[in-house]
C-alpha cells in the first residue's frame, strides 16, 4: 500500500509541477512588460468610453495560440503588446478578441514590442492606418477610374468619388478586411473579382483572383493598359 501511495504522491509531484511550469509560461512572461512582446495583425479596433476593443490574429505563418496581452495607459495613448506560443498557446487559436478597461480618454492606441511600435488608431480619423490594414489593395495608374468593387461570395463593396472626379492616379484603393477574416474561415484561399469602372458605371475592365489570409495583403494595379494585374511592391 505505501508503494502504491508512494508512486501516487510522485505522479502528483509531476502534475503540480508540468502545470506550474505551464502557467509560467502562459502568464509569466507579462513580468517582461513590452519586452515580452510581440507584434500581431490587427482586423478592428474600436475605442469607446471605458474601453478599447481589439481583434486580431498571430501573424506568422506557424500557428501560435494567442497566449495574452501587456496594456499601460499613459498621457492619453494606449499601449498594447500581445504574446503567442506553440506550446502555451496550445489550447488557444491564433486569432484573439480582446476588452481592454481604460480611465481616461485615449487619443492613440498603439502596438508596442521590445523592437517598436506602431500606432494602430488615432482619434483624428478613428480608423486603422491604411498601411496597417490586412486585405486587398489597388493601386490605380489612369486617372479615368471613378467606382472600384470587389466582390466574393456574394459579398463585398465598392470604392467611389462622391463628388464627380476620378480617383486620383497613383493612389492605393483599401477594399476591406472581411475577405482576410473569410479566408481565415475557411482555411483555405477565397476567390473574388475586382470591377473597375467609369463615370458612367461602364465596366473597363474585370479581373478575377484568388487572396490567402497566410499572405496578409494582397496589392494589384490597374495598369495605363486597362489591365488588373497582381503586384509585388508595397505600400
Known amino acids: 500500500m505505501s508503494t502504491i501511495k508512494r508512486i501516487l504522491r510522485g505522479l502528483l509531484v509531476i502534475v503540480v509541477f508540468v502545470l506550474a511550469i505551464f502557467y509560467i509560461g502562459r502568464y509569466g512572461w507579462k513580468l ?33 495560440g494567442f497566449c495574452g496581452y501587456y496594456s499601460e495607459e499613459r498621457d492619453g495613448k494606449l499601449y498594447v503588446g500581445f504574446q503567442f506560443s506553440a506550446v502555451f498557446g496550445i489550447f488557444e487559436t491564433r486569432d484573439f478578441d480582446i476588452t481592454i478597461p481604460i480611465k481616461g480618454e485615449i487619443e492613440d492606441v498603439i502596438i508596442e514590442t521590445s523592437m517598436n511600435e506602431t500606432s ?30 470587389m466582390t466574393y461570395d456574394g459579398l463585398g463593396g465598392e470604392i467611389s468619388c462622391t463628388n464627380d472626379t476620378a480617383i486620383e492616379s497613383g493612389d492605393y ?31 473597363v475592365a474585370s479581373g478575377h483572383f484568388y487572396f490567402d489570409a497566410n499572405i496578409e495583403k494582397m496589392y494589384l494595379t490597374f495598369t495605363t493598359e486597362g489591365k488588373i494585374e497582381v503586384a509585388s511592391e508595397d505600400l
Open 32 to 64: 517582461g512588460g513590452f519586452r515580452a512582446c510581440e507584434s500581431a495583425g490587427i482586423t478592428s479596433v474600436e475605442v469607446s468610453g471605458n474601453a478599447v476593443h481589439i481583434t486580431g490574429f498571430y501573424p506568422g505563418s506557424f500557428p501560435e
Open 120 to 149: 494602430v488608431w488615432n482619434v483624428e480619423t478613428g480608423a486603422i492606418p491604411q498601411s496597417e490594414q490586412y486585405g486587398v489593395y489597388i493601386k490605380l495608374e489612369r486617372s479615368d477610374v471613378y467606382y472600384v468593387s
Open 173 to 203: 484603393c483599401f477594399m476591406n478586411n472581411d475577405i482576410m477574416i473569410a479566408s481565415k474561415e475557411a482555411d483555405a484561399p477565397v476567390p473574388f473579382t475586382v470591377t473597375i469602372k467609369d463615370a458612367n458605371k461602364n465596366v
